[in-house]
């Protein structure tokens, strides 16, 4: 079985690299370049695993999150947060403790083959 | 010159290393009228490496004379064949007892093998032999040990090593696991609980790749109480959310760089 995971994420070089590992792994990569792509694809494609970034133009990753678990899809779909934001913010904890993403990652602490590890792992492929 | 009593005994004392008096001892009794002589050796065998010396205690006794009597005493080495490989003679002077020890150095080309020290005397006027001999084993040292011990001793060495490193990893692995098994936190409310569980799966990560710095760091947190032992949360008295904000805000001063962190997946509750 083939898994569709969908990368929101606005910088290209980054999205492109994950989209080549996904691939390259027998993943099918969906693309969006902000909150509001990422939310429209989710709903209509319904992917297996979402892997969000939160600092995006047009709409933010924490937006489209809370947008995606109103959906009842949308509300049980693992997502991994990937982003360089520090969960230093008191509403920004409270955030993902009521949206429950499966892990919070922050990019510069991670290599992509490791943040595949985690998809594989979340999807329980490993 | 006449000697009318004659009796001779020479003990002889393989030491090597070992204390002198806890050594081989061998002893040699040359009755006087019959001129036999008696050898006692003790069944501890002797090793000595090629160049090293080979300590002997020489007793010569009741010589019987009130004069200084001129001995020449002999030494021996013989192979197995009985083929002397080493010989050396001296000239003691007796009254009526002496005792002295001699070191033979082991020629360096010896082979290994089983040899026989033999230690005669004579002088003039002597009526009877006397003999003295003992086996002594030569054998190769390595890195100070007898080829034989250092085998063992390797053995011994490396079944330790061995059993001390399944040991220190059953060991280490058992500890890693206490440290890093997710404590459980069902009996917490629901609604804090994951909380609870995001703050201890942080302290423990934290905890294994700073060290306990991680645990000091988190008593310091106003309204987190923990376990410092294990890192248990056993209270949060604040805004949870602001508890975990500010214990990621310190590891990252502390680690430098940013803090990622997971989410367990939910149970549902019984």
């Known amino acids: 079985m083939k898994y569709t995971i969908l990368i929101v994420e606005d910088e290209e070089s980054l999205r492109g690299a994950i989209v080549d590992v996904l691939r390259f792994k027998n993943f099918i990569p969906l693309e969006a370049k902000n909150g509001k792509e990422g939310v429209e694809i989710a709903l209509s494609k319904h992917p297996d695993l979402i892997l969000l970034d939160l600092v995006m133009p047009v709409m933010d990753g924490m937006t489209a999150f809370k947008k995606i678990r109103e959906d009842a899809w949308g509300a049980k779909v693992p997502v991994i947060i990937l982003t360089n934001l520090s969960a230093t913010n008191e509403q920004l904890v409270d955030d993902m403790v009521t949206h429950k993403p499966m892990h919070y990652l922050i990019k510069s602490d ?16 490993t | ?155 011994f060495t490396l079944f330790i090593s061995i059993l001390t490193l399944i040991f220190g990893h059953t060991l280490m692995k058992h500890y890693r696991k206490n440290r890093l098994s997710p404590i459980d936190y069902s009996d917490i409310p629901h609604d804090l609980r994951i909380f609870y569980e995001i703050l201890s799966d942080t302290i423990m990560e934290m905890r294994e790749r700073v060290g306990d710095d991680a645990i000091s760091i988190a008593t310091k947190i106003d309204g987190l109480k923990i376990d410092k032992d294990t890192g248990r949360v056993l209270e949060l008295s604040s805004s949870p959310a602001k508890i975990i904000a500010t214990l990621v805000s310190e590891y990252e001063k502390l680690l430098g760089k940013k803090v990622s962190f997971s989410l367990r997946p939910e149970k549902k509750d019984l």
């Not at chain 2, 081989?24 to 036999?36: G, M, Y």
Request: negative net charge; glycine residues 4%; charged residues 20%.
């Open chain 1, 110 to 125: 991670w290599k992509i083959h490791d943040v595949m590890y985690k998809i594989e792992e979340v999807l329980k492929i």
């Open chain 2, 1 to 155: 010159m006449k000697l009318n009593y004659f009796f001779l005994t020479i003990l002889m004392l393989l030491c090597l290393w070992i204390p002198f008096d806890k050594a081989n001892a061998l002893e040699v009794d040359t009755v006087q009228t019959e001129a036999e002589v008696h050898t006692n050796s003790a069944s501890l065998v002797s090793k000595v490496a090629p160049g090293e010396f080979l300590p002997l205690s020489v007793k010569l006794l009741n010589f019987g004379s009130q004069n200084r009597v001129d001995v020449d005493v002999s030494y021996e080495i013989l192979n197995k064949k009985g083929e002397r490989v080493h010989f050396i003679k001296e000239t003691v002077a007796v009254e009526t007892t002496a005792s002295f020890v001699k070191t033979i150095q082991i020629p360096f080309d010896v082979s290994p093998g089983e040899y026989t020290a033999k230690t005669y005397i004579s002088y003039q006027g002597q009526l009877v032999p006397a003999v003295s001999s003992f086996p002594f084993k030569v054998e190769r040292k390595i890195a100070g040990f007898f080829q034989s011990d250092f085998i063992y001793y390797l053995g």
